[in-house]
């Protein structure tokens, strides 16, 4: 897994349950999949207030 398959794990999870418990939980599922050097942003996830809008504003500014 890489860090393009974890974030659209991410994006689904947000698109489909909606809810800040599922995208944690899904981060929480890939961030053991993905190398030592790219779980930074998964952690941040996973630590955030509400990784809901994390995920939502990453979204936004993917073409950034």
Do not use: C, W
């Amino acid at each position: 897994m890489n860090l393009t398959d974890a974030t659209i794990v991410l994006l689904l999870a947000a698109r489909i349950h909606g809810t800040d418990e599922a995208v944690r939980a899904s981060a929480k599922s890939v961030v053991k999949k993905l190398p030592r050097g790219k779980r930074d942003l998964i952690y941040k996830v996973i630590e955030a207030q509400s990784p809901l809008a994390l995920v939502e504003f990453l979204a936004e500014h993917l073409d950034d």
